[in-house]
Protein backbone atom coordinates (compact mmCIF):
# COMPACT_ATOMS: atom_id res chain seq x y z
CA UNK A 1 0.00 0.00 0.00
CA UNK A 2 1.23 3.52 -0.68
CA UNK A 3 2.49 5.25 2.03
CA UNK A 4 0.73 8.15 1.14
CA UNK A 5 -3.15 9.15 0.04
CA UNK A 6 -4.15 11.54 -3.05
CA UNK A 7 -7.11 13.16 -3.27
CA UNK A 8 -9.62 12.58 -5.99
CA UNK A 9 -9.17 15.00 -9.33
CA UNK A 10 -10.21 15.21 -12.80
CA UNK A 11 -6.78 15.90 -15.12
CA UNK A 12 -7.76 17.56 -18.41
CA UNK A 13 -4.27 17.49 -20.61
CA UNK A 14 -4.33 19.66 -22.95
CA UNK A 15 -2.59 19.11 -25.77
CA UNK A 16 -2.67 15.19 -25.67
CA UNK A 17 -2.28 13.69 -28.60
CA UNK A 18 1.41 15.92 -29.15
CA UNK A 19 5.30 14.33 -28.02
CA UNK A 20 5.36 15.13 -24.70
CA UNK A 21 1.64 13.66 -23.60
CA UNK A 22 2.33 9.98 -25.21
CA UNK A 23 6.14 10.16 -24.99
CA UNK A 24 6.06 11.36 -20.96
CA UNK A 25 2.79 11.77 -19.68
CA UNK A 26 0.65 9.39 -20.12
CA UNK A 27 3.26 6.77 -19.53
CA UNK A 28 3.76 8.88 -16.26
CA UNK A 29 0.21 8.55 -14.98
CA UNK A 30 -0.30 4.91 -15.91
CA UNK A 31 2.74 4.55 -13.70
CA UNK A 32 0.93 6.65 -10.75
CA UNK A 33 -1.70 4.01 -11.39
CA UNK A 34 0.17 0.55 -11.06
CA UNK A 35 1.76 2.16 -8.01
CA UNK A 36 -1.43 2.81 -6.37
CA UNK A 37 -0.83 6.26 -6.15
CA UNK A 38 -4.05 7.82 -7.87
CA UNK A 39 -7.31 7.77 -6.32
CA UNK A 40 -9.49 5.31 -7.75
CA UNK A 41 -11.93 8.00 -8.23
CA UNK A 42 -9.75 10.26 -10.49
CA UNK A 43 -10.20 10.89 -14.27
CA UNK A 44 -8.35 11.71 -16.93
CA UNK A 45 -9.18 13.91 -19.75
CA UNK A 46 -7.93 14.00 -22.84
CA UNK A 47 -8.02 17.12 -24.85
CA UNK A 48 -6.96 17.49 -28.35
CA UNK A 49 -7.72 19.59 -31.79
CA UNK A 50 -8.27 15.81 -33.96
CA UNK A 51 -11.82 15.37 -34.43
CA UNK A 52 -11.78 11.51 -34.45
CA UNK A 53 -13.53 9.08 -32.21
CA UNK A 54 -12.87 8.80 -28.78
CA UNK A 55 -12.61 4.71 -29.00
CA UNK A 56 -9.56 5.43 -31.69
CA UNK A 57 -7.87 8.17 -29.81
CA UNK A 58 -7.57 6.35 -26.21
CA UNK A 59 -6.19 2.93 -28.36
CA UNK A 60 -3.79 5.54 -29.29
CA UNK A 61 -2.72 6.35 -26.06
CA UNK A 62 -2.55 3.06 -25.08
CA UNK A 63 -0.22 1.80 -27.46
CA UNK A 64 1.54 4.74 -27.05
CA UNK A 65 2.14 3.99 -22.92
CA UNK A 66 2.90 0.34 -23.89
CA UNK A 67 5.95 1.10 -26.50
CA UNK A 68 7.78 3.32 -23.49
CA UNK A 69 7.45 1.27 -20.55
CA UNK A 70 9.40 -1.56 -19.81
CA UNK A 71 7.51 -4.95 -20.61
CA UNK A 72 7.57 -6.08 -17.19
CA UNK A 73 5.62 -2.99 -15.89
CA UNK A 74 2.90 -3.65 -18.33
CA UNK A 75 0.03 -5.23 -15.71
CA UNK A 76 -3.01 -6.25 -18.13
CA UNK A 77 -5.24 -5.32 -15.23
CA UNK A 78 -3.48 -1.84 -14.57
CA UNK A 79 -3.32 -0.98 -18.27
CA UNK A 80 -7.53 -1.76 -17.99
CA UNK A 81 -8.28 0.23 -15.18
CA UNK A 82 -5.99 3.15 -16.82
CA UNK A 83 -7.52 3.44 -19.68
CA UNK A 84 -11.12 2.87 -18.30
CA UNK A 85 -10.46 6.38 -16.50
CA UNK A 86 -9.45 8.47 -19.52
CA UNK A 87 -11.80 10.02 -22.08
CA UNK A 88 -11.45 11.99 -24.91
CA UNK A 89 -12.70 15.08 -26.07
CA UNK A 90 -12.11 17.03 -29.17
CA UNK A 91 -11.83 20.64 -28.92
CA UNK A 92 -10.11 24.44 -30.30
CA UNK A 93 -8.55 25.68 -27.36
CA UNK A 94 -9.06 29.41 -28.26
CA UNK A 95 -13.24 28.54 -28.94
CA UNK A 96 -14.95 29.30 -25.76
CA UNK A 97 -17.86 27.36 -27.01
CA UNK A 98 -16.28 24.10 -26.55
CA UNK A 99 -15.58 24.24 -22.84
CA UNK A 100 -18.86 23.80 -22.23
CA UNK A 101 -18.41 20.08 -23.26
CA UNK A 102 -15.54 20.33 -21.43
CA UNK A 103 -17.14 21.90 -18.27
CA UNK A 104 -19.66 18.99 -18.49
CA UNK A 105 -16.80 16.23 -17.67
CA UNK A 106 -15.19 18.08 -14.81
CA UNK A 107 -16.82 16.82 -11.55
CA UNK A 108 -17.85 19.73 -9.14
CA UNK A 109 -16.82 18.01 -6.11
CA UNK A 110 -12.78 17.74 -6.85
CA UNK A 111 -9.80 20.07 -8.25
CA UNK A 112 -9.32 20.56 -11.89
CA UNK A 113 -5.79 20.03 -13.00
CA UNK A 114 -5.09 21.72 -16.36
CA UNK A 115 -1.87 20.72 -17.60
CA UNK A 116 -0.71 22.77 -21.12
CA UNK A 117 1.14 20.66 -23.16
CA UNK A 118 1.00 22.92 -25.51
CA UNK A 119 2.79 26.19 -26.85
CA UNK A 120 2.62 29.28 -24.54
CA UNK A 121 0.96 31.63 -26.72
CA UNK A 122 -2.35 29.41 -25.83
CA UNK A 123 -1.77 29.89 -22.22
CA UNK A 124 -3.76 33.19 -22.12
CA UNK A 125 -6.90 32.01 -24.17
CA UNK A 126 -7.10 28.60 -22.27
CA UNK A 127 -7.25 30.53 -19.02
CA UNK A 128 -9.79 32.81 -20.35
CA UNK A 129 -12.08 30.09 -21.24
CA UNK A 130 -11.47 28.26 -18.29
CA UNK A 131 -12.48 30.90 -15.99
CA UNK A 132 -15.53 31.97 -18.74
CA UNK A 133 -16.81 28.29 -18.19
CA UNK A 134 -16.88 28.69 -14.49
CA UNK A 135 -13.48 25.86 -13.82
CA UNK A 136 -11.13 28.58 -12.78
CA UNK A 137 -12.11 28.35 -8.96
CA UNK A 138 -11.55 25.28 -8.42
CA UNK A 139 -8.80 24.24 -11.44
CA UNK A 140 -5.02 23.87 -10.43
CA UNK A 141 -3.11 24.89 -13.90
CA UNK A 142 0.67 23.50 -14.91
CA UNK A 143 2.61 25.48 -17.51
CA UNK A 144 5.46 23.58 -19.67
CA UNK A 145 8.46 25.41 -20.79
CA UNK A 146 9.34 27.40 -22.15
CA UNK A 147 7.62 30.56 -20.75
CA UNK A 148 8.28 32.75 -23.40
CA UNK A 149 11.41 33.66 -25.17
CA UNK A 150 12.91 36.41 -23.26
CA UNK A 151 11.81 38.53 -20.35
CA UNK A 152 9.22 40.65 -22.03
CA UNK A 153 7.40 37.46 -23.22
CA UNK A 154 7.40 35.77 -20.56
CA UNK A 155 5.87 38.27 -18.79
CA UNK A 156 2.88 38.69 -21.19
CA UNK A 157 2.60 35.02 -20.24
CA UNK A 158 2.68 34.97 -16.86
CA UNK A 159 0.17 38.44 -16.72
CA UNK A 160 -1.93 36.16 -19.16
CA UNK A 161 -2.24 33.07 -16.78
CA UNK A 162 -2.28 35.68 -13.39
CA UNK A 163 -5.58 37.23 -14.69
CA UNK A 164 -7.38 34.60 -13.67
CA UNK A 165 -5.21 32.18 -11.16
CA UNK A 166 -3.07 33.19 -7.99
CA UNK A 167 0.45 31.90 -7.92
CA UNK A 168 -0.59 29.08 -5.28
CA UNK A 169 -2.47 27.58 -8.13
CA UNK A 170 0.17 27.93 -10.69
CA UNK A 171 2.44 25.16 -11.54
CA UNK A 172 5.09 25.46 -13.66
CA UNK A 173 7.07 22.92 -14.66
CA UNK A 174 10.98 22.28 -14.69
CA UNK A 175 11.27 18.43 -15.45
CA UNK A 176 14.81 18.14 -13.79
CA UNK A 177 13.66 19.28 -10.49
CA UNK A 178 11.38 16.23 -10.19
CA UNK A 179 14.90 14.19 -10.41
CA UNK A 180 15.53 11.82 -7.63
CA UNK A 181 19.17 12.82 -7.36
CA UNK A 182 18.15 16.51 -7.64
CA UNK A 183 16.11 16.52 -5.17
CA UNK A 184 18.78 14.48 -2.99
CA UNK A 185 20.74 17.78 -3.37
CA UNK A 186 19.05 18.98 -0.85
CA UNK A 187 19.06 16.40 1.53
CA UNK A 188 22.83 15.97 0.97
CA UNK A 189 23.53 19.84 1.55
CA UNK A 190 21.55 20.44 4.56
CA UNK A 191 20.95 16.66 5.91
CA UNK A 192 24.50 16.35 6.21
CA UNK A 193 27.00 18.61 8.32
CA UNK A 194 29.97 16.99 6.44
CA UNK A 195 29.33 18.82 3.31
CA UNK A 196 27.07 22.06 4.52
CA UNK A 197 29.68 23.15 6.50
CA UNK A 198 32.17 22.95 3.52
CA UNK A 199 29.41 24.33 1.48
CA UNK A 200 31.60 28.24 0.87
CA UNK A 201 34.61 29.98 -0.51
CA UNK A 202 36.31 28.80 1.90
CA UNK A 203 36.36 25.00 0.69
CA UNK A 204 35.42 24.65 -2.81
CA UNK A 205 37.28 25.80 -5.67
CA UNK A 206 35.15 25.54 -8.45
CA UNK A 207 31.63 23.96 -9.73
CA UNK A 208 31.01 22.67 -13.07
CA UNK A 209 27.29 21.55 -13.98
CA UNK A 210 27.54 19.54 -17.69
CA UNK A 211 23.88 18.87 -19.25
CA UNK A 212 25.24 16.49 -22.22
CA UNK A 213 22.83 15.31 -25.00
CA UNK A 214 23.90 12.80 -27.48
CA UNK A 215 20.87 13.63 -29.97
CA UNK A 216 20.27 16.21 -32.07
CA UNK A 217 17.47 18.15 -32.55
CA UNK A 218 14.75 15.05 -33.58
CA UNK A 219 13.13 16.58 -36.43
CA UNK A 220 12.34 19.95 -34.03
CA UNK A 221 13.69 22.01 -36.40
CA UNK A 222 11.24 24.67 -36.67
CA UNK A 223 11.00 24.92 -32.62
CA UNK A 224 14.69 24.68 -31.67
CA UNK A 225 15.77 27.31 -34.41
CA UNK A 226 13.64 29.92 -32.79
CA UNK A 227 14.79 28.95 -29.59
CA UNK A 228 18.49 27.62 -29.22
CA UNK A 229 20.14 25.67 -26.53
CA UNK A 230 20.20 28.61 -24.35
CA UNK A 231 16.32 29.82 -24.11
CA UNK A 232 15.69 25.46 -24.40
CA UNK A 233 18.33 24.02 -21.46
CA UNK A 234 20.58 26.97 -19.94
CA UNK A 235 17.42 29.33 -19.06
CA UNK A 236 15.61 26.76 -16.97
CA UNK A 237 17.64 23.77 -16.33
CA UNK A 238 20.69 24.58 -15.77
CA UNK A 239 20.04 28.14 -13.91
CA UNK A 240 18.13 25.72 -11.45
CA UNK A 241 20.36 22.93 -10.91
CA UNK A 242 22.86 26.11 -10.37
CA UNK A 243 20.13 27.88 -7.80
CA UNK A 244 19.93 24.46 -5.64
CA UNK A 245 23.74 23.92 -5.27
CA UNK A 246 24.21 27.38 -4.64
CA UNK A 247 21.12 28.47 -2.46
CA UNK A 248 21.39 28.93 1.36
CA UNK A 249 19.65 26.57 3.62
CA UNK A 250 15.99 27.22 3.45
CA UNK A 251 13.83 27.84 6.96
CA UNK A 252 11.71 25.09 6.44
CA UNK A 253 10.70 22.92 3.42
CA UNK A 254 7.72 25.39 2.41
CA UNK A 255 7.09 25.66 -1.21
CA UNK A 256 8.35 29.52 -0.88
CA UNK A 257 11.08 29.02 1.57
CA UNK A 258 12.75 27.07 -0.85
CA UNK A 259 12.29 29.47 -3.96
CA UNK A 260 12.98 32.89 -1.93
CA UNK A 261 16.45 31.46 -1.58
CA UNK A 262 16.56 30.45 -4.89
CA UNK A 263 15.66 33.79 -6.12
CA UNK A 264 18.36 35.20 -3.85
CA UNK A 265 20.75 33.15 -6.43
CA UNK A 266 19.47 34.80 -9.32
CA UNK A 267 19.69 38.11 -8.38
CA UNK A 268 23.18 37.44 -7.13
CA UNK A 269 24.51 36.48 -10.60
CA UNK A 270 27.32 39.33 -11.99
CA UNK A 271 26.29 40.86 -15.07
CA UNK A 272 28.43 39.24 -17.85
CA UNK A 273 29.03 42.40 -20.01
CA UNK A 274 29.46 43.13 -23.86
CA UNK A 275 34.02 43.35 -23.28
CA UNK A 276 33.30 39.76 -21.33
CA UNK A 277 31.42 37.86 -23.66
CA UNK A 278 34.11 36.42 -25.79
CA UNK A 279 35.77 35.28 -22.61
CA UNK A 280 32.99 34.29 -19.99
CA UNK A 281 30.78 32.49 -22.94
CA UNK A 282 31.35 30.14 -26.15
CA UNK A 283 28.71 29.47 -28.43
CA UNK A 284 28.77 26.44 -30.70
CA UNK A 285 26.28 25.01 -33.86
CA UNK A 286 27.45 20.71 -34.24
CA UNK A 287 28.48 19.85 -37.67
CA UNK A 288 28.62 16.65 -39.14
CA UNK A 289 30.12 13.68 -37.63
CA UNK A 290 30.02 10.33 -35.95
CA UNK A 291 27.32 9.37 -32.72
CA UNK A 292 27.14 5.84 -31.48
CA UNK A 293 29.17 5.24 -34.13
CA UNK A 294 27.34 6.27 -36.97
CA UNK A 295 27.77 9.60 -39.05
CA UNK A 296 25.37 12.43 -38.22
CA UNK A 297 24.67 15.47 -40.20
CA UNK A 298 25.70 18.94 -38.90
CA UNK A 299 22.91 21.52 -37.50
CA UNK A 300 22.99 23.03 -40.96
CA UNK A 301 22.25 19.76 -43.14
CA UNK A 302 18.91 18.70 -40.69
CA UNK A 303 16.09 18.26 -42.36
CA UNK A 304 14.42 21.97 -43.36
CA UNK A 305 17.34 23.48 -42.43
CA UNK A 306 18.67 26.88 -43.04
CA UNK A 307 21.69 26.72 -44.38
CA UNK A 308 22.49 30.55 -42.34
CA UNK A 309 21.47 29.94 -39.04
CA UNK A 310 23.01 30.92 -36.31
CA UNK A 311 21.22 29.35 -33.95
CA UNK A 312 23.55 27.51 -30.87
CA UNK A 313 23.36 24.23 -30.32
CA UNK A 314 25.76 24.51 -27.50
CA UNK A 315 27.33 26.70 -24.83
CA UNK A 316 29.30 27.46 -22.30
CA UNK A 317 30.25 30.02 -19.81
CA UNK A 318 31.61 30.71 -16.17
CA UNK A 319 28.78 32.40 -13.77
CA UNK A 320 30.30 34.27 -10.59
CA UNK A 321 27.95 34.74 -7.97
CA UNK A 322 28.05 37.86 -5.67
CA UNK A 323 27.86 37.05 -2.35
CA UNK A 324 29.54 36.00 0.71
CA UNK A 325 28.99 32.19 0.47
CA UNK A 326 30.58 32.18 -3.39
CA UNK A 327 32.48 35.60 -3.53
CA UNK A 328 35.75 34.10 -5.82
CA UNK A 329 34.07 30.52 -6.92
CA UNK A 330 33.67 30.36 -10.09
CA UNK A 331 30.34 28.35 -11.67
CA UNK A 332 31.04 26.49 -15.03
CA UNK A 333 27.97 25.88 -16.97
CA UNK A 334 27.58 23.85 -20.23
CA UNK A 335 25.14 22.22 -22.34
CA UNK A 336 24.80 21.42 -25.77
CA UNK A 337 23.50 18.66 -28.59
CA UNK A 338 25.29 15.97 -30.56
CA UNK A 339 27.60 15.24 -27.77
CA UNK A 340 30.18 12.98 -27.24
CA UNK A 341 27.76 11.30 -24.10
CA UNK A 342 24.61 11.71 -22.61
CA UNK A 343 25.61 13.00 -19.18
CA UNK A 344 23.91 15.54 -16.41
CA UNK A 345 26.18 16.12 -13.54
CA UNK A 346 27.16 18.64 -11.06
CA UNK A 347 30.81 18.47 -9.68
CA UNK A 348 32.01 19.90 -6.53
CA UNK A 349 35.51 20.80 -7.08
CA UNK A 350 37.33 21.19 -3.08
CA UNK A 351 40.17 23.54 -2.20
CA UNK A 352 43.48 21.24 -1.82
CA UNK A 353 45.15 21.25 1.68
CA UNK A 354 47.11 24.30 2.75
CA UNK A 355 50.04 22.17 3.05
CA UNK A 356 51.22 19.23 1.03
CA UNK A 357 53.44 16.64 2.49
CA UNK A 358 53.39 13.45 -0.11
CA UNK A 359 55.68 13.01 -2.71
CA UNK A 360 55.93 15.87 -5.62
CA UNK A 361 54.83 13.93 -8.31
CA UNK A 362 51.32 12.83 -6.97
CA UNK A 363 50.72 16.23 -6.28
CA UNK A 364 48.14 16.43 -9.08
CA UNK A 365 45.74 14.01 -7.30
CA UNK A 366 45.04 16.24 -4.30
CA UNK A 367 42.28 16.92 -4.54
CA UNK A 368 38.52 15.67 -3.16
CA UNK A 369 35.46 16.19 -6.03
CA UNK A 370 31.90 15.58 -5.05
CA UNK A 371 29.95 14.01 -8.43
CA UNK A 372 26.13 13.97 -8.25
CA UNK A 373 25.01 11.98 -11.42
CA UNK A 374 21.85 13.15 -12.73
CA UNK A 375 21.45 10.79 -15.66
CA UNK A 376 22.34 8.00 -16.54
CA UNK A 377 23.21 5.89 -13.40
CA UNK A 378 21.80 8.34 -10.90
CA UNK A 379 24.13 8.62 -8.08
CA UNK A 380 26.44 10.10 -5.63
CA UNK A 381 30.36 10.07 -5.57
CA UNK A 382 32.51 11.48 -3.62
CA UNK A 383 36.50 10.96 -4.54
CA UNK A 384 38.69 10.57 -2.02
CA UNK A 385 42.64 9.77 -1.19
CA UNK A 386 43.75 7.27 -0.08
CA UNK A 387 47.22 4.86 0.26
CA UNK A 388 47.99 2.41 -2.10
CA UNK A 389 47.65 -1.51 -0.47
CA UNK A 390 50.75 -3.10 -0.46
CA UNK A 391 54.09 -3.70 1.25
CA UNK A 392 56.21 -1.96 -1.51
CA UNK A 393 53.78 1.21 -2.02
CA UNK A 394 55.32 3.24 0.79
CA UNK A 395 53.12 6.30 1.32
CA UNK A 396 52.04 6.25 -2.47
CA UNK A 397 48.76 7.69 -2.98
CA UNK A 398 45.62 6.96 -5.11
CA UNK A 399 42.21 8.18 -5.95
CA UNK A 400 39.03 6.44 -5.85
CA UNK A 401 35.14 6.64 -4.91
CA UNK A 402 33.23 6.57 -2.30
CA UNK A 403 30.20 5.69 -3.92
CA UNK A 404 25.97 5.07 -3.87
CA UNK A 405 24.64 3.85 -6.94
CA UNK A 406 20.91 4.43 -6.78
CA UNK A 407 20.18 1.29 -8.89
CA UNK A 408 22.56 -0.78 -7.42
CA UNK A 409 21.78 0.79 -3.77
CA UNK A 410 18.44 0.47 -4.18
CA UNK A 411 17.90 -2.83 -6.56
CA UNK A 412 14.08 -3.49 -4.78
CA UNK A 413 12.92 -0.03 -5.88
CA UNK A 414 12.36 1.30 -9.48
CA UNK A 415 13.78 4.92 -9.70
CA UNK A 416 10.19 7.18 -11.06
CA UNK A 417 10.64 9.52 -13.99
CA UNK A 418 11.11 13.26 -13.06
CA UNK A 419 6.91 13.38 -14.30
CA UNK A 420 5.62 10.71 -12.59
CA UNK A 421 7.40 12.71 -9.29
CA UNK A 422 5.68 15.90 -10.49
CA UNK A 423 2.36 15.33 -11.66
CA UNK A 424 1.85 13.30 -7.83
CA UNK A 425 2.84 17.01 -6.43
CA UNK A 426 0.42 18.44 -8.60
CA UNK A 427 -2.40 16.35 -7.46
CA UNK A 428 -1.02 16.98 -3.81
CA UNK A 429 -1.30 20.85 -4.50
CA UNK A 430 2.55 21.18 -3.07
CA UNK A 431 4.48 23.79 -5.42
CA UNK A 432 7.76 22.91 -3.92
CA UNK A 433 9.15 21.64 -7.31
CA UNK A 434 7.55 23.88 -9.36
CA UNK A 435 8.99 27.16 -10.39
CA UNK A 436 7.69 30.94 -9.78
CA UNK A 437 7.00 33.86 -11.50
CA UNK A 438 9.77 35.98 -10.17
CA UNK A 439 12.16 32.83 -11.22
CA UNK A 440 11.45 32.53 -14.64
CA UNK A 441 11.58 36.46 -14.80
CA UNK A 442 14.78 36.62 -13.15
CA UNK A 443 16.22 33.89 -15.27
CA UNK A 444 15.50 35.49 -18.48
CA UNK A 445 16.80 38.70 -17.41
CA UNK A 446 20.58 37.01 -16.49
CA UNK A 447 19.76 35.41 -20.20
CA UNK A 448 18.60 38.49 -22.24
CA UNK A 449 22.05 40.54 -21.43
CA UNK A 450 23.76 37.64 -23.50
CA UNK A 451 21.24 37.39 -26.26
CA UNK A 452 21.74 41.12 -26.72
CA UNK A 453 25.25 40.77 -26.31
CA UNK A 454 25.44 38.37 -28.89
CA UNK A 455 23.31 39.92 -31.11
CA UNK A 456 25.45 43.60 -30.87
CA UNK A 457 28.45 41.73 -31.57
CA UNK A 458 27.50 39.65 -34.41
CA UNK A 459 28.82 37.10 -32.68
CA UNK A 460 28.43 33.75 -34.92
CA UNK A 461 28.77 30.14 -32.90
CA UNK A 462 31.60 28.11 -33.47
CA UNK A 463 31.48 24.66 -35.30
CA UNK A 464 32.31 21.50 -33.23
CA UNK A 465 32.32 17.98 -34.25
CA UNK A 466 28.95 15.75 -33.85
CA UNK A 467 30.37 13.40 -30.96
CA UNK A 468 32.45 15.86 -29.35
CA UNK A 469 32.44 17.62 -26.11
CA UNK A 470 32.17 20.86 -28.20
CA UNK A 471 33.95 23.58 -29.56
CA UNK A 472 37.74 24.66 -28.69
CA UNK A 473 37.28 27.16 -27.07
CA UNK A 474 34.75 25.92 -24.57
CA UNK A 475 37.85 23.95 -23.39
CA UNK A 476 40.13 27.30 -22.88
CA UNK A 477 37.59 28.67 -21.49
CA UNK A 478 38.36 26.96 -18.31
CA UNK A 479 41.96 26.29 -19.24
CA UNK A 480 42.56 30.12 -18.93
CA UNK A 481 41.78 29.59 -15.48
CA UNK A 482 44.41 26.40 -14.73
CA UNK A 483 41.16 24.07 -14.69
CA UNK A 484 39.62 21.84 -16.32
CA UNK A 485 35.87 20.27 -17.84
CA UNK A 486 35.82 16.81 -15.31
CA UNK A 487 35.87 13.37 -16.93
CA UNK A 488 36.00 14.33 -20.77
CA UNK A 489 37.35 11.59 -23.02
Known amino acids: MPAIIVEAVTFALFGATGDL ?39 RIEQAVRARIAAEEVDESVMQRFI ?52 AEQSRVVLEKPIGHDLASSKVVNEAVARFFPETRVYRIDHYLGKETVQNLIALRFANSLFETQWDHNHISHVEITV ?21 MLQNHLLQLLCLTAMDPPSDLAADSIRDEKVKVLKALAPITREQISQRVVRGQYGSGYSGGKPVPGYLEEENANPESSTETFISLRADICNWRWAGVPFYLRTGKRMA ?23 SLITNRLIIRLQPQEGISLQVMTKEQGLDKGMHLRSGPLQLNFSETYKSSRIPDAYERLLLEVMQGNQNLFVRKDEIEYAWQWCDQLIEGWSRLGDRPKIYPAGSWGP ?5 LITRDGRSWYGDL
Open 84 to 135: GRLDYLAMDFRRAEDYASLAERVAPDRPLIAYFATPAAVYGAICENLAGAGL
Open 21 to 59: STRKLFPALYQLDRAGLLNEQTRVLALAREAAPPEAQLA
Open 212 to 232: AETVGIEGRWGYFDQAGQLRD
Open 472 to 476: VASIA
Open 341 to 363: QKLSQIVIHFKEPPFYIFAPEQR
